[in-house]
């Protein structure tokens, strides 16, 4: 990613233009510049694809809240959509903003919240314009409507008696305790009945700022129209300040193992570990772990689970990316009878990596997967524009060529050593939602207790 001054030209010859990009290491350039107020503006020229996307990243979710705010960023999201001064209601929004390019869409993370639509290039300034009214002059209204709507919402992650049993949010409400990092995306159906329209406007003027934002927009497009479209649309916005997630603190009590009752039809099993960030020297062979633990079909847990055993429809790892955190999480689903047997499954198939470098072949094909990917993003408008946003958005994100340089370097025998210094089973905590009985609890917090001895 290039950075450079205001006044700039972005160069590309018409054979760059038109050279397809075959390689890892042959990223498109995002060139970075910043309007007045301070809004960061990262623009992706892709000559050879035939729409152009936007993507807002506000720094705004769950990891800067509390738990007295917890659920306000997911509820201004949606409050967004309900109007503005310009389009009074929620009809009157979508229709403009459909008439132009694809729907928008919005999603609440816990490090950011993304605004993201598809167009062709030409109307790029018009859909700019109607993210920029939207953003900048809403009018908080139907509040309690988008309450109710967030309280369905929440209904898949509850039980009949308002407990909550998704595993996700499990495992990291107890990971983390006492942290924002633990709290939810979508708040509680406690706290989110607390706003009102004030909440909202004081949420959204902190937060909803120039200096808080990165506006990423990529395809057939230049540098100068797409920061004049943006300078019309975002200009006005106060500039205000960067804000910085809060620090995720985890439990010092590992190993752990946590286990919520649901009588559901399956068991849900979440073996999770925090490993360093990006930057760390081992980042690059934690993530062939991954991809040796779970990319593709003939991948190592879905083998064993799945082909061999039959013990599960699903099985897989991931590998979290959070500012300043990661998280690393293998899971499966299984029948409660099955629960036991799916943990030393899933143990058995990490032991093995521990001890063994992966075969070269495997690697190999982990390899090219990788650089499949960074085909498939280039070569996908919208990829790119998220891709390019968030690096601009987040410190410490390499781009695909750095990534791809550190990867390529991997040897099977760094894979196993990184596996065995991060999946430390003194780190880990067993995380199961189900209908078990208490000889199976026993048995799981046994096998976790024994793994940290």
């Known amino acids: 990613m290039t950075v450079e001054p205001q006044g700039a030209k972005a160069v590309m010859t018409t054979s760059e233009a038109r050279r397809p990009s075959r390689s890892a290491a042959d990223e498109p350039e995002a060139v970075v510049r ?28 769950s990891r800067y809240e509390e738990v007295a705010t917890n659920g306000l960023s997911h509820l201004v999201e949606h409050v967004l959509f309900r109007g503005c001064e310009a389009y009074p209601d929620t009809y009157q929004l979508n229709a403009a903003i459909e008439s132009v390019g694809s729907a928008l869409d919005a999603a609440t993370m816990p490090d950011f919240t993304t605004f993201d639509a598809v167009c062709l290039p030409e109307r790029l300034p018009e859909l700019l314009g109607l993210m920029g009214a939207m953003i900048g002059k809403p009018l908080f209204a139907g509040v309690d409507v988008e309450q109710r709507i967030i309280t369905e919402e929440l209904q898949d992650e509850i039980d009949a008696r308002g407990r909550d049993i998704d595993p996700d ?54 540098v100068e129209a797409v920061m004049e479209a943006a300078l019309e649309s975002f200009g006005a916005l106060p500039t205000g300040e960067l804000k910085t997630p809060r620090a995720a603190t985890s439990r010092a009590d590992l190993p752990a193992f ?6 559901g039809t399956q068991c849900d099993l979440h073996l999770t570990w925090v490993v360093p ?38 099985a897989g790892a991931d590998l979290e990316v959070y500012e300043g955190v990661s998280i690393f999480t293998i899971a499966t689903q299984t029948r409660h009878g099955q629960a036991v047997a799916a943990v030393d499954a899933l143990l058995e198939v990490l032991g093995e990596l521990q001890g063994t470098p992966p075969p070269d072949e495997e690697v190999r094909r982990m390899k090219a997967r990788m650089e499949l990917e960074a085909a498939v993003l280039r070569d996908s408008v919208s990829q790119t524009s998220y891709w390019q946003g968030l690096r601009a958005l987040q410190p410490g994100i390499g781009s695909l060529a750095e990534r791809w340089r550190r990867a390529s370097a991997v040897t099977p025998e760094a894979i196993a050593v990184a596996a065995r210094a991060h999946f430390d089973r003194k780190r880990v905590q067993l995380t199961a939602v189900g209908d078990l009985d208490p000889m199976q609890r026993a048995a799981l917090r046994h096998r976790v207790r024994a793994q940290g001895r």
């Open 277 to 314: 960030v990006e930057a760390h020297e081992d980042w690059p062979a934690l993530q062939l772990s991954q991809r040796v633990l779970d990319d593709g079909i003939c991948s190592r847990l879905r083998h064993r689970l799945v082909d061999q055993l039959g013990l599960a429809y699903y």
């Open 258 to 263: 946590e286990f919520t009752q649901n009588t």
């Open 34 to 61: 910043t309007l007045p107020n301070g809004l960061r503006v990262a623009t992706t020229p892709l000559p050879h694809l035939g729409l152009a996307s936007a993507t807002l990243f506000v720094r705004v979710g």
């Open 169 to 222: 949010n499990l495992s990291k409400m107890r990971f983390f305790p006492g942290s924002s990092m633990g709290l939810k995306v979508g708040g509680t159906l406690a706290s989110i009945k607390r706003f009102d329209d004030a909440d909202c406007r004081r949420w959204h003027g902190e937060h909803y700022v120039a200096a808080n934002m990165v506006l990423s927009v990529a395809g057939p497009v230049t």
